[in-house]
């Protein structure tokens, strides 16, 4: 588990660096550049804070149950995650079952500030304009676009499952699904027993879980969703003539 951690943190850490490299280095070809960060935040850096956050979490409630370090890491990186399907069954009720109320609530706020990374990132923006103006396109991003997007993507995350737990490609396609959707009740029974497939299914369930955030990020920002909480909550613009300074300065970051 060690061992699978470090070369994650490491892995992310040197594409974050050639990102940034290729991003300086290359200004006309500014779509690749902000695809491959898109990518690298969903798929290397929430992924990366998720299993790390997990460590202290389940360590800390590992002690206070009495568990080893391993299984209070997976009861935690389910929660972090968004995974309603634990790993392992053996945490069965008892004394000191309290403590798991404080380590899933900051479990969950781990999670959110995650989504509201991903939300906030400029590839979130610039979906956002490129949709219709009107609220037919909201209604086409949600109803058409991101459905056929995420099941794409969950079939891309089932076939590395399937291979490494001999399943069946249904078993692996139901299990990510519900495990991305946070489906209370599991599509599958199926429950990966190696550890490097427990890592896997919380990697894709990471990265679902940032993708669902950049969805809300791209509906919030959508010129319908932000006529409708001006009509709500006023104009910022109006009511604080500086709110509007600093907009070069936010247009020139990049991603990751």
Not at 45 to 73: C, D, H, N, S, Y
Not at 158 to 169: G, N, T, Y
Not at 193 to 222: D, E, K, N, Q, Y
Request: with cysteine.
């Amino acid at each position: 588990l060690a061992i699978a951690l470090f070369a994650n943190i490491v892995a992310t850490g040197l594409l974050i660096k050639l990102n940034a490299r290729y991003r300086a280095q290359s200004d006309s070809n500014d779509f690749a550049a902000q695809a491959l960060g898109t990518i690298l935040l969903h798929v290397g850096v929430v992924p990366a804070v998720v299993l790390l956050a997990a460590l202290p979490l389940g360590g800390g409630l590992a002690a206070a149950r009495g568990w080893t370090i391993e299984q209070g890491w997976e009861f935690v990186v389910v929660d972090i995650a968004g995974m309603p399907h634990p790993f392992v069954y053996q945490h069965q009720r008892e004394a000191g079952e309290r403590w798991e109320v404080p380590f899933a609530l900051l479990g969950t706020l781990v999670s959110l500030s995650l989504m509201g990374l991903a939300a906030a990132a400029p590839s979130a923006a610039k979906a956002a304009r490129a949709l219709a103006p009107g609220a037919g396109g909201v209604a086409r991003f949600v109803s058409v676009y991101m459905p056929a997007v995420y099941l794409a993507a969950t079939c891309l995350a089932a076939l590395p499952l399937m291979c490494k737990e001999s399943w069946h490609f249904k078993d692996a396609f139901l299990y990510v699904l519900s495990a991305s959707c946070g489906v209370s009740n599991h599509l599958t029974q199926e429950v990966p027993l190696t550890l490097s497939g427990r890592l896997f299914a919380v990697v894709a369930s990471s990265a679902m879980l940032a993708f669902s955030g950049a969805t809300a990020g791209v509906v919030a920002l959508h010129p319908s969703s932000r006529a409708m909480i001006s009509a709500c909550q006023g104009d910022e613009a109006a009511d604080n003539p500086h709110a509007g300074g600093g907009q070069g300065e936010r247009a020139k970051l990049g991603e990751c």
